[in-house]
């Protein structure tokens, strides 16, 4: 479940969703980090993992077994709160702060118009608060041990930039423009999945999309796919070796 219906979503996630982890494959994802000492991080995704009743508890949980949490966090969630229920999700800054998580939100880019264009209309502004609510906590500032952390994706079937550059581009631009700061970014390049490819297929792009991307392939970058050191835990409680894989 999310409360956005992006563009380029390899989930499909939108507020109509239901599928979620139980609380019993909760609880064996903390029995695993208890047992395993060498699993140091838990990374928690969606969707918008916090629109997750048991999202707090495993938190919690995890923070308690002194475990480093990451939260994918979308930045409007905070406003919009749960799109079924109507659960306010305003206290969430504070509660990361609290526990120290680390927060990695995606911003498609640092103007208006073409973030709203891949995450619907009113994003930016959300967004904008919602780095300036965690800005404001000690995200994002030096020597606060908060880690605020962006991810771009490009907003249609282009490759994306230099990181490097594209976090140059971000620091300063958000920074001259809203006064906000963050640790890193990091660039994702869209999988033809789900949402993304049904729009390349309906704008007839996906075979030049899928051509560009073998254009582009890069043998040294196998290093540091994420399936060479993490462990997917889908809704339904089956394992994967990304979270791309699992789709």
């Known amino acids: 479940m999310c409360n956005q219906v992006c563009r380029h979503c390899h989930v499909d996630s939108s507020p109509t969703r239901t599928e979620a982890l139980s609380r019993e494959g909760i609880e064996r994802c903390i029995a695993l980090l208890a047992a395993y000492p060498e699993i140091r991080t838990l990374d928690i995704t969606g969707g918008a993992p916090e629109l997750h009743a048991d999202f707090e508890w495993m938190v919690e949980r995890a923070r308690a077994l002194g475990r480093h949490v990451t939260v994918r966090h979308n930045l409007t969630v905070t ?14 800054p504070e509660f990361f702060a609290a526990h120290r998580c680390e927060v990695v939100s995606s911003l498609p880019y640092y103007q208006e118009f073409f973030t709203d264009t891949q995450r619907g209309s009113g994003v930016f502004k959300k967004s904008i608060e919602g780095l300036r ?12 041990g908060l880690l605020l952390n962006l991810v771009y994706n490009p907003v249609g079937p282009y490759l ?3 990181q490097a550059t594209l976090q140059a581009d971000y620091q300063r631009e ?16 869209n999988m033809p999945i789900n949402r993304f490819k049904l729009h390349l297929h309906k704008s007839g792009q996906y075979e030049a999309y899928m051509d560009k991307l073998l254009a582009a392939f890069n ?4 290093a540091g796919v994420m399936c060479r050191s993490i462990v997917s835990v889908s809704y339904d409680g089956m394992l994967h070796d990304c979270d791309f894989n699992q789709m």
């Open 219 to 222: 043998p040294q970058a196998a």
């Open 79 to 92: 406003f919009d709160g749960h799109p079924q229920t109507g659960r306010a999700l305003d206290h969430l």
């Open 174 to 189: 958000l920074d001259s423009r809203f006064g906000i700061r963050f640790n890193h970014l990091f660039t994702i390049t």
């Open 160 to 162: 994306p930039a230099a």
């Open 133 to 144: 609510r965690l800005n404001a906590l000690g995200y994002g500032r030096e020597g606060s």
